[in-house]
């Protein structure tokens, strides 16, 4: 068990109200750093990236390691199928979630998944990206960082617009890769 088990949790309450992004990192902005756990015990920062390759970040909506949010489901998977797309551009991926260290070791595990997964049970990272939060959970969102530390894209998720395509994220990061 969890603090975050069961899909009504101290999470679902900080997040219920649905509210949007109140401050989004623009477009040409320095990306703001962060420093969160991934799951394999290493901790990873932002900004040890700069200067070496461009980043995507993927912030996903998954309440609890069994019960995803029906958008970002397919979108984890379409991320895992075209990894090596996007490491053949010479980007790194880097998958953002809620959930905490025990449901994220579960979910890497159970999907299988090849790319830096990292845990922000307390949602601090979606905040400081804007990401917004709705019904439980914060929403997913997508950031490509360039090689300098500035965001040259980013898509915040809608019910109009869900999360953005994998061919969209590569198309957007053709620009910034060596393999352009």
Do not use: W
Not at 28 to 51: C, E, H, N, V
Not at 54 to 64: K, M, N
Not at 118 to 143: H, I, M, N, S, V
Request: hydrophobic share 35%.
């Amino acid at each position: 068990m969890t603090s975050n088990t069961g899909l009504f949790n101290q999470r679902f309450a900080k997040n219920f109200i649905p509210l949007p992004g109140f401050t989004v990192p623009s477009v040409g902005d320095l990306a703001p750093d962060f420093s969160l756990p991934q799951i394999g015990g290493k901790t990873l920062k932002l900004s040890d990236y700069r200067g070496k390759q461009p980043v995507i970040l993927a912030f996903t909506r998954i309440f609890t390691e069994k019960l995803f949010c029906p958008y970002c489901y397919p979108h984890i998977k379409e991320l895992k199928d075209r990894y090596q797309d996007i490491r053949d551009q010479g980007a790194e991926l880097l998958m953002i979630s809620s959930t905490d260290s025990i449901q994220s070791q579960e979910i890497v595990t159970e999907l299988n998944l090849p790319y830096p997964f990292l845990f922000d049970p307390e949602c601090k990272t979606f905040r400081l990206y804007g990401a917004g939060q709705a019904l439980g959970a914060p929403l997913p969102a997508q950031f490509i960082i360039n090689q300098e530390g500035r965001i040259t894209y980013r898509h915040l998720f809608s019910f109009i617009d869900g999360n953005a395509s994998t061919d969209q994220i590569l198309t957007q990061l053709k620009p910034l890769t060596h393999n352009s």
